[in-house]
Structures are given as C-alpha cells and as structure tokens.
C-alpha cells in the first residue's frame, strides 16, 4: 500500500487549498471544508520525508468516532466521512489557540518541570512529583496556534489580554475542554487505557463555538495502559504508552529534535513499516474494534470520487 503524502483536487465550487503538515483542507464555496487526512507524519513540527501507509484512514476514523461521541457536550463541524481518509464539514472560523488538557505530568511538561519550572503557562504545579504521576486535577495548559513554525504557550489571562480569545470565550472553552478531557477519559477507561494529555481545537460560527480538526487521536493525545500504571509508577519505570510519542523518542534516539543543523535520520522500509504497525495497534486499542485495511489499487481516485458525490448531496 502506498502512502498518501499530498493532494491536489478540484473539486465544485473549491475556492482554496490549505496545505497542512498533515492534513490537507479544501475550502467549498465559504461554506464547507473537505478535510483529507493524509498519510504525512510530523514530529518537533516537522514533517518527516516519508509517509505511513494507513495511517490517514486511522486518524481520521479515530476523530470521526470521538466527535460523534462527543456531540452532546459541544457542538462539532463534522457532517459526513464520506471516505475513510475524508471529513466533510462546516467551515468555521478557527480561534487560534490550541486548548491543551493534561490530567499527568508527562512529555513536554515534564521535561519542563524536570528543568525546574514549576509554572506552566500561568498553572502553579506541585512540588514533588514523578514524570507520569497523576495531577490532583486537569490542568489546562493553551498554546497559540502558530500559521508558521512552533505553537507557543500561552497563560489564560495573557490570552485574555492579548485579544486572542474574550474572557466569556475563554471560559466556555475551558469548560468544554474540560467536560470532553472526562468523556475521553472514561471511553478510554472502557478500553483499559488511561487519557493523559490531548489538544483541541475551536472555530466560531457567527458567535457560536464549535469543536474543529480531531479529536482523541493518537497524533492529539497521549494514552498509557491502564494494566501496571501504578507499579510501573511505584518502581520507577517508563509507562507503556500509545501515542505518536514512540516517534519522538525513535527521532531523540537518533540525534533529532527539530533544532537547526539537524538531520532527520533515515527512514527505512522497516521503519515506517513498524510505525504503520504501531498505529493499526493504537487505532485497536484506542476503538475496541479490528482495523480494516481499505484496499485499493487507487486511492486519490476513490477519495476524489467518494468526495465528489458527497459534496453534491449537501
């Protein structure tokens, strides 16, 4: 199966192509957006030279589900997939703040606190703690969303004060994110995973704030097996994880980070194989349901077809 690593449609009534490090989003007429989840993979926001077969058609199946079961908390711009590797949605003005929810002290938290920072983007942390050790409650910890180059953190009331979001926004986000962190947490307890970290997104529609991009996905959030959790914590040891961050440490591993000057280190076949693996596990983990392999000799013209017909139903 080959990888799925750009697109480029004409679709009816396309005004526009937005090219992301991942997904590539099509804008129909001002009025709905044809997000196709590609096969890319980025790290330290780069992305990397090759893609991973299956693993569009994985994310996206994976935030199709979570946002249908989430609908009841707020409202979503999904309307269809009509391809395993496509949403179909209402465009939104997107807020540009990333909204991230974190219930551990884990990846980039942790190796803040491990230099010794003890606040984290205006949230006081408690002293004394473990990587991977439980927060006596989510904290919340937002990032501008950056068009170019790294996301930043960002403090509520800096947020506030700097006119990205309004005070009134900023608490129903807040409150959002919260009550979708719960939700995804007892979905995941269902699996005997625990949710330790995840990102997300909002546009408005006229005043309205819907949830936007994906959700619960192994690229937006953190998981570890809930089986051991204490005893691995107890003895020190590194939690089992599902999430992209195998990726991270394979690339640290080799000498990457993202910095200036550094190279990303060869992906071999068996590589991105692995990594492919990896994520057929993640998506089994993560949904309780086998993974079926959509097979077939030309995928951009099964997407482009699938699309086609979907958007003259609208």
Same mark, same amino acid.
Request: aromatic share 10%; proline share 4%.
């Given at each position: 199966?080959?990888?799925?690593?750009?697109?480029?449609?004409r679709?009816?009534?396309?005004?526009?192509?937005?090219?992301?490090?991942?997904?590539?989003?099509?804008n129909?007429?001002d009025?709905?957006?044809?997000?196709?989840?590609?096969?890319?993979?980025?790290?330290?926001?780069?992305?990397?030279?090759k893609?991973?077969?299956?693993?569009g058609?994985?994310?996206?199946?994976?935030a199709?589900?979570?946002?249908?079961?989430?609908?009841?908390?707020?409202?979503n711009?999904?309307?269809?997939?009509?391809?395993?590797?496509?949403?179909?949605?209402?465009?939104?003005?997107?807020?540009?703040?990333?909204?991230?929810?974190?219930?551990?002290?884990?990846?980039s938290?942790?190796?803040?606190?491990q230099?010794?920072?003890?606040e984290?983007? #205006?949230?006081? %942390?408690?002293?004394g703690?473990? @990587?991977?050790? *439980?927060?006596?409650?989510? &904290? +919340?910890?937002?990032?501008?969303?950056?068009?170019?180059?790294?996301?930043?953190?960002?403090?509520?009331?800096?947020?506030?004060?700097?006119?990205?979001?309004?005070a009134?926004?900023?608490?129903l986000?807040?409150?959002?994110?919260?009550?979708?962190?719960?939700r995804g947490t007892?979905?995941?307890?269902?699996? #005997?995973?625990? %949710?330790?970290?995840?990102k997300? @997104?909002?546009? *408005?529609?006229?005043?309205? &704030? +819907?949830l936007?991009?994906?959700?619960?996905t192994?690229d937006?959030?953190?998981?570890f097996?809930?089986?051991?959790?204490?005893?691995?914590?107890k003895?020190?040891?590194?939690?089992k994880?599902?999430?992209?961050?195998?990726?991270?440490?394979?690339?640290?591993?080799?000498g990457?980070q993202?910095?200036?000057?550094?190279?990303?280190?060869?992906?071999?076949?068996?590589?991105?194989?692995?990594i492919?693996?990896?994520?057929?596990?993640?998506?089994?983990q993560?949904?309780?349901?086998?993974?079926?392999?959509?097979?077939?000799?030309?995928v951009?013209k099964r997407?482009?077809n699938?699309?086609?017909?979907?958007?003259?139903?609208l």
């Open positions: 199966m080959e990888a799925v690593t750009s697109t480029n449609f679709f009816e009534n396309q005004k526009n192509l937005y090219v992301g490090k991942v997904r590539d989003v099509y129909i007429a009025e709905h957006l044809v997000m196709v989840v590609s096969d890319r993979i980025s790290a330290f926001d780069v992305v990397l030279p893609g991973i077969p299956f693993k058609q994985i994310l996206n199946t994976i199709a589900k979570f946002l249908d079961a989430t609908s009841d908390i707020v409202p711009w999904k309307i269809s997939t009509p391809d395993p590797m496509v949403t179909l949605g209402k465009k939104c003005e997107p807020l540009k703040l990333e909204v991230i929810v974190r219930g551990y002290l884990a990846g938290a942790w190796r803040e606190y230099a010794g920072m003890r984290l983007c #205006g949230v006081r %942390l408690p002293e703690m473990k @990587e991977n050790d *439980k927060f006596p409650e989510p &904290i +919340i910890t937002p990032t501008t969303k950056a068009d170019e180059g790294h996301d930043e953190n960002i403090s509520k009331q800096e947020a506030i004060a700097q006119g990205i979001v309004s009134e926004d900023y608490a986000l807040e409150k959002y994110a919260i009550a979708l962190f719960q007892e979905i995941a307890a269902k699996r #005997g995973l625990i %949710l330790v970290d995840t997300y @997104e909002f546009g *408005k529609i006229g005043n309205e &704030i +819907i936007i991009d994906e959700i619960h192994p937006s959030s953190r998981y097996y809930a089986e051991g959790y204490e005893d691995r914590q003895n020190g040891e590194k939690q994880q599902l999430s992209k961050e195998f990726v991270r440490e394979w690339l640290m591993e080799n990457f993202g910095k200036e000057g550094q190279k990303v280190p060869e992906m071999t076949e068996e590589i991105v194989a692995s492919s693996a990896r994520y057929m596990e993640l998506y089994e993560i949904t309780g349901e086998k993974f079926q392999v959509e097979e077939t000799s030309d951009l997407i482009e699938n699309v086609s017909n979907a958007l003259k139903e």
